[in-house]
C-alpha cells in the first residue's frame, strides 16, 4: 500500500511532507509545534488573536481571528491537509466550521467536553475514571449546598475559561460570607466544586492517538506548582512501577474512550493514601511535556504532528532524565535576566517564546535541562535559574 492511500478503517490518509498543517492557536505551544512540522518538512499556518503571536515568527502564515471567529476559523481550515490545536478554548461553531473543510484532530465533540469542566467532569466519573468527590453547581444556593456535602474546604473552579490559576477560588472556612465571595469573584457562571484532597504530590501523562488508532503514552512527570501556575516537572517522576502503569493506562484509556485524534494530556494527583485521582485534561501539548524535546526519543510537539497527520507515532521512550522549569514575566520586570549565567550550567538550554511583553504570571520562555538523574536535570534547571 502507497502512503498516500487510505491506512485506516476511518478512511483518513497520511499527509506527506510538503502538505500544509493548519494550527488553532499561535502562542508557544503552537510556536513549538510548528517548529517540529517545519522540521519535517511540512508548511504551517496558525490562527491567533494576535498578528505578531510567538508562532507567527515561524510559520507561513498568521490569520488574525478570535477564538470564536468562525469566519478566521474557515480561512486557517481552507487548503490545510489537516488541523489542530494548541489551546481549547476554541468556540464551538468555529470548530465546527473547521471541520466541515478539513480533518480536525482532535474532534469538535472531544475538544466541546473537554472545554467544559461541568462536562469534562461528569463525564470522567460517568466513564469509570478515578476522580476525587465533585459538584456542579450553577448558583450560590448550590454552592453552599456543595460546600456543605464536601466537607467545608473546597477549590472552585470556573467551567469554561480557566487556566494558569485563574478562575478557580479556594473556600476554607464555609462560611456564608466566604462562599458568596467565591461565586461573586468568579462571575457567577457555571462551575464545578472539588473537595480539597490531601495530596502527596501531583504527576501527569501525555497520550497520543492517531487516525490509524495507534495509542502511545509517554512515561509520567512529577509537577511541581506555586500559585497555581507549573513551576517545573521532570522526567522520570519516580514513582513506583505500578502506579506508572497504572497512571499510563489511564491516560491510554481516556484517550481511546474520547476518540481523540491527537495529544491528550491527562493531569492527576496521588494523595498520601496512595490513590491516584485524575484532576483535568488538556487535548494538546503541554508546559508538562516540554522536557520531552531534551530527554525523550520524540518530543510531544513532533508527535502532535505525527498523530495530527496520521503519521506513525513516535518511539516515547525516556533516553536521558529531563526536566524544565518556567520562566514567567517576573523575571524580566526586575530587569534583564542573565542568560548567559543559566547557559553556564551544564546541560541547561534556555528556550525564549518571543512575547513582546512581559507580565507578571505570563510565561515567556523555560529552562531545559538533563542528567544522569531526575535529581541532578532537576537541581540544574533550579540553579540556572537562580544565576538569572
Not at 46 to 56: F, H, I, T
Not at 233 to 250: F, W
Not at 267 to 272: A, G, S
Not at 355 to 361: E, F, M, V
Request: glycine share 10%; charged share 25%; net charge negative.
Amino acid at each position: 500500500m502507497k502512503d498516500s492511500e487510505p491506512t485506516s478503517s476511518l478512511n483518513a490518509r497520511q499527509v506527506q511532507p510538503g502538505g500544509t498543517l493548519a494550527i488553532l492557536g499561535g502562542g508557544q505551544l503552537g510556536r513549538m509545534m510548528a517548529m517540529a512540522a517545519r522540521t519535517m518538512g511540512y508548511r504551517v499556518r496558525v490562527m491567533d488573536p494576535e498578528a505578531q503571536c510567538p508562532a507567527s515568527f515561524v510559520v507561513d502564515e498568521t490569520i488574525v481571528g478570535k477564538w470564536d471567529d468562525a469566519a478566521a476559523a474557515e480561512r486557517l481550515a481552507t487548503g490545510a491537509d489537516a488541523v489542530t490545536l494548541e489551546i481549547e478554548q476554541i468556540g464551538v461553531d468555529a470548530l465546527a466550521r473547521v471541520a466541515a473543510i478539513a480533518p480536525l484532530r482532535p474532534s469538535v465533540e472531544s475538544i466541546r467536553v473537554i472545554q467544559d469542566k461541568t462536562l469534562q467532569k461528569p463525564w470522567l466519573a460517568e466513564n469509570g475514571i478515578p476522580v476525587g468527590a465533585f459538584r456542579v453547581v450553577r448558583s450560590e444556593v448550590e454552592l453552599q449546598e456543595a460546600v456543605s456535602a464536601l466537607g467545608g474546604r473546597v477549590f472552585l473552579k470556573i467551567g469554561r475559561g480557566g487556566y494558569d490559576g485563574r478562575g478557580q477560588v479556594r473556600i476554607q472556612s464555609g462560611d456564608e460570607g466566604e462562599i458568596r465571595n467565591a461565586w461573586e469573584s468568579l462571575g457567577g457562571r457555571p462551575c464545578v466544586a472539588e473537595q480539597a484532597l490531601d495530596l502527596d504530590f501531583e504527576i501527569s501523562v501525555m497520550a497520543a492517538r492517531n487516525p490509524a488508532g495507534e495509542v502511545r503514552s509517554f512515561p509520567a512527570a512529577r509537577n511541581h506548582h506555586e500559585n497555581q501556575i507549573l513551576a517545573w516537572s521532570v522526567l522520570p517522576a519516580g514513582i513506583s512501577t505500578e502506579m506508572e502503569e497504572r497512571a499510563e493506562s489511564l491516560a491510554r484509556e481516556i484517550i481511546a474512550k474520547l476518540g481523540i485524534e491527537g495529544l491528550l494530556c491527562v493531569e492527576m494527583f496521588v494523595t498520601k493514601h496512595g490513590e491516584l485521582l485524575v484532576n483535568e485534561l488538556a487535548p494538546r501539548p503541554h508546559n508538562s511535556y516540554h522536557q520531552s524535546e531534551r530527554g525523550c526519543v520524540t518530543s510531544q510537539f513532533e508527535q502532535a504532528v505525527r498523530a495530527a497527520l496520521n503519521l506513525p507515532l513516535g518511539d516515547t521512550s525516556l533516553i536521558a532524565p529531563c526536566a524544565i522549569v518556567n520562566l514567567l514575566g517576573d523575571v524580566w520586570l526586575k530587569g534583564a535576566p542573565n542568560l548567559s549565567a543559566a547557559l553556564a550550567v551544564p546541560g541547561v538550554r534556555v528556550h525564549l517564546y518571543e512575547k513582546h511583553q512581559a507580565r507578571a504570571g505570563r510565561k515567556m520562555g523555560h529552562l531545559s535541562s538533563v542528567g544522569a538523574t531526575a535529581e541532578e536535570a532537576l537541581e540544574r534547571v533550579l540553579e540556572a535559574k537562580k544565576r538569572l
